[in-house]
């Protein structure tokens, strides 16, 4: 199981008004498999997990996105969640009048067709512990006054609840303290399993010291350009990326 695919991302081109920003992906993750994808700023890394999540502002113009064995290229963002693709946003959004219980709940009901309210408050109150989210926080409105750290738990909350296959986290530790760093991996390393694939995208190593590659890939200018394990890191923060060269 451990060396199963569970997304491939096949020559694939994505243009933002009408400029290409990615040139040319070949990916693939397996289940049961910890990644990483760095590069400096501008190198296309927020544009791959925003179009692997379906995001209509990012247009596919050539090449495929396989998750589980099936083409889900052309699906909405809402099928590809149901499907177990989860995003944890760089910049969570507020949404003032809908609670964070409320959305979790509503949410869950979608991906879940068995779903039991007495099992959602357990499972939630058990993961809010996990993640150190203070019971009063869930029924505050949606990242509403949240500060920065509370908002990146609230992403590792949701991603505990929707219980994903693929998790991707967009510079999840940007901004955090480290003691806001150590829970939000903690979240992490407790969803991981052997059926589930994590994706970190990150500028710095000090994420990947709490949450432990298997592989890094280095994106630059819109293609990936090298990969290799977790020594990797090491070596980007003490030489950068000037050392890397380009296809």
């Known amino acids: 199981m451990t060396n199963k695919k569970i997304l491939e991302i096949k020559n694939l081109h994505v243009e933002v008004d009408g400029k290409e920003i990615l040139k040319g992906i070949n990916l693939t993750l397996d289940v049961g498999k910890v990644n990483a994808l760095m590069g400096p700023n501008g190198s296309g890394k927020s544009t791959l997990v925003n179009t692997i999540m379906g995001h209509p502002k990012y247009k596919i113009t050539k090449g495929k996105i396989i998750f589980g064995g099936k083409d889900v290229t052309n699906f909405t963002p809402d099928k590809r969640a149901k499907l177990g693709i989860f995003l944890s946003f760089q910049y969570p959004r507020e949404i003032s009048g809908v609670s964070v219980s409320k959305f979790l709940k509503a949410t869950s009901k979608e991906i879940n067709p068995n779903f039991s309210l007495f099992e959602f408050k357990k499972k939630l109150k058990e993961n809010s512990e996990l993640v150190e989210i203070p019971n009063e926080m869930t029924e505050r409105y949606l990242n509403d006054g949240f500060s920065g750290g509370e908002k ?7 991603m505990l609840m929707l219980d994903p296959k693929l998790v991707m986290l967009d510079e999840t530790d940007s901004g955090l303290d ?9 979240g992490v390393n407790a969803l991981m399993n052997n059926k589930k694939c994590i994706f970190i995208i990150t500028h710095y190593k000090r994420i ?4 432990k590659p298997d592989k890094i890939f280095i994106m630059l200018n819109g ?3 090298l990969d290799g394990d977790g020594k990797l890191a090491d070596e980007l923060e003490e030489k950068g ?3 890397i060269e380009e296809d």
Do not use: C, M, P, R
């Open 152 to 158: 990146k738990k609230n992403e590792i909350l949701q």
């Open 178 to 186: 480290v003691d806001s760093l150590k829970t939000v991996a903690k």
């Open 208 to 211: 990947l010291e709490y949450i």
């Open 223 to 225: 293609k990936i350009v």
């Open 241 to 243: 990326y000037g050392w």
